[in-house]
């Protein structure tokens, strides 16, 4: 997988250096000239209707103005160009067969387990005390891991703080969980999670997720508002639990190579425009987020956890935070620390 991956990766490269898109058009790898024109291509893992699809669209809106037309941006929603495998998606991004995306941190850990301590349950309060964490050094360290994948991390949008939902009973205790079927990300992190309170996780692709609950193969699942909403889930599930349990981060995400290909003043122009449009997405995530909430609600049964309740679950997944202290490593997690 390195030698192939190493190889695209020269390839890439390989065509910026000769120049091969001077005609004016490119592909996702492009040379360095000044006034190079670009057609890339960004894929999200949810709908076109969500936050994430604002922000890859704002992006987009960004690079546009700031480069007068030079860099134009394709949007696929729902992982048109991977099968809808965000972990396959991934793999695109890294061996450059496309140029942006935005994927959230729990699917990079299929691919390297230190991606997951951003996600570690109950790491953070709220979301001012992870806006502190990753200005404080959460963001640094994630770029330096990303660069090890061949990808130039150009910030944080955020999925938010992921609640679960099924179709059984109310949660409000550990022993709630127990025997419940729920899908979750294909993360090692996630099934510990949940076999640690006693559920019966499965992973599957997001793109089944719907369908899985409508036929009742599966009990519920967890995911933040804005995708729980936007993916209509809230269609086909009866209860509601939040309790903030995990931080979600999105990966704005660019081909480290076709990065490094820019000329300085292209990449100032795509780092500001990722800047502007992560700050956008977040604010609107944010934003939605208690206006969605309150329209499941009429839905749903809403329970809303109390610190007590919280405690009860928290005390009961410490051990995750032993076991998984050698894989994430200790600089990662002082990295990612609360303030």
Same mark, same amino acid.
């Given at each position: ?26 592909? !996702? ?21 969500? /936050?994430?699809? *604002? ?9 546009? #103005? ?10 696929? %929603?729902? #992982? $048109? ?35 997951? %301590? ?7 309060? !709220? ?7 990753? #200005? *404080? ?9 990303? %660069? ?14 992921? @609640? ?7 949660? /409000? ?21 949940? =076999?640690?309170?006693? *559920? ?7 793109? &089944? ?7 009742? /193969?599966?009990?519920?699942?967890? !995911? ?40 300085? =003043? ?5 780092? &500001? *425009? %990722? ?5 956008? @997405?977040?604010?609107? !995530? ?5 206006? $969605? ?9 809403? /329970? ?13 997944? @410490?051990?995750?935070?032993? =076991? ?14 609360? $303030?």
């Amino acid at each position: 997988m390195k030698f192939g991956r190493a190889v695209a990766i020269a390839a890439v490269l390989g065509l910026g250096l000769s120049g091969c898109a001077a005609s004016g058009g490119t592909d !996702n790898a492009s040379g360095n000239s000044d006034g190079e024109k670009y057609s890339w291509d960004f894929t999200i893992t949810v709908s076109d209707t969500s /936050t994430w699809y *604002a922000g890859a669209e704002r992006f987009a809106e960004i690079l546009d #103005e700031k480069s007068d037309g030079r860099m134009q941006v394709n949007i696929f %929603a729902n #992982e $048109q160009l991977s099968g809808g495998d965000p972990a396959a998606g991934v793999e695109q991004l890294m061996n450059g067969d496309k140029a942006f995306s935005y994927n959230s941190t729990i699917i990079y850990s299929g691919i390297d387990p230190r991606f997951s %301590a951003i996600n570690a349950p109950f790491l953070y309060d !709220n979301y001012e005390t992870a806006d502190a964490a990753i #200005e *404080a050094g959460g963001l640094a360290a994630y770029q330096d891991l990303a %660069a090890e994948q061949g990808i130039e991390l150009l910030g944080f949008g955020e999925s938010g703080f992921r @609640q679960v939902t099924n179709s059984k009973a109310e949660i /409000t205790s550990p022993a709630d969980v127990r025997g419940l079927k729920l899908r979750v990300p294909g993360s090692s992190l996630f099934l510990s999670i949940f =076999e640690k309170l006693g *559920a019966d996780p499965v992973t599957m692709n997001f793109s &089944e997720v719907f369908t899985s609950l409508q036929t009742g /193969t599966i009990d519920g699942q967890e !995911n933040p508002y804005d995708v729980i909403y936007s993916n209509g889930l809230s269609e086909v599930q009866d209860y509601l639990t939040v309790w903030n349990y995990v931080y979600d981060p999105l990966m704005l995400g660019m081909n480290k190579a076709l990065f490094d290909s820019l000329s300085a =003043e292209d990449q100032a122009i795509v780092q &500001e *425009a %990722a800047q502007e449009a992560n700050q956008y @997405q977040r604010d609107l !995530n944010r934003e939605r987020g208690e206006e $969605q909430l309150t329209e499941m609600g009429e839905t749903m049964t809403v /329970t809303e956890l109390t610190s007590d309740q919280v405690a009860e679950f928290r005390s009961a997944l @410490q051990p995750l935070y032993e =076991e998984y202290a050698s894989v994430w490593t200790e600089d990662l997690v002082d990295a990612v620390a609360p $303030q």
